[in-house]
């Protein structure tokens, strides 16, 4: 099985979690500040390169009744990025409602402080993301 990036993007952060060689789990990688999209993707590629894979499961920001809104735009317009600075890059968009509450809501109950969460609440909701994908395998 080959190993996959999961991606919770953001304005501000791009939340990156890694499956293991198995596809069986996903753990938190890093957040990465965003600055420009140049400097996003030679991240991506960085992680492309270290975690050996050009699957990415981007996290897909759905209305609560399905629709997709100016968000799902958005995510759309950094996956097009995305494959012109990766052209390899397998790209999979994933249903990530409610992904960001249940991040907050695990946080919160291994009594994480408000502010260490907001370190790493980008980094959770994409391994729950990630994860997602891997159950639904």
């Known amino acids: 099985m080959e190993r996959a990036l999961g991606l919770d993007v953001g304005d501000r952060t791009i939340g990156i979690a890694v499956s293991d060689l198995l596809g069986m789990t996903a753990q938190g990688v890093e957040t990465i500040r965003r600055s420009t999209m140049e400097a996003d993707i030679?991240?991506?590629?960085?992680?492309?390169?270290?975690?050996?894979?050009?699957?990415?499961?981007?996290g897909y920001?759905?209305?609560?009744?399905?629709?997709?809104?100016?968000?799902?735009?958005?995510?759309?317009?950094?996956?097009?990025?995305?494959?012109?600075?990766?052209?390899?890059?397998?790209?999979?968009?994933?249903?990530?409602?409610?992904?960001?509450?249940?991040?907050?809501?695990?946080?919160?109950?291994a009594d994480v402080s408000r502010k260490k969460r907001k370190k790493v609440i980008d980094k959770?909701?994409?391994?729950?993301?990630?994860?997602?994908?891997?159950?639904?395998?």
């Open 42 to 58: 030679d991240r991506l590629k960085e992680l492309t390169v270290q975690y050996e894979t050009t699957k990415f499961i981007v």
């Open 61 to 109: 920001p759905r209305n609560m009744n399905g629709t997709e809104g100016p968000r799902c735009e958005f995510v759309n317009e950094f996956c097009d990025e995305v494959r012109k600075g990766i052209p390899e890059a397998d790209i999979v968009l994933w249903d990530e409602r409610l992904s960001t509450v249940a991040a907050t809501r695990s946080l919160i109950e």
């Open 124 to 137: 959770m909701a994409a391994v729950f993301i990630l994860q997602g994908w891997l159950d639904s395998k």
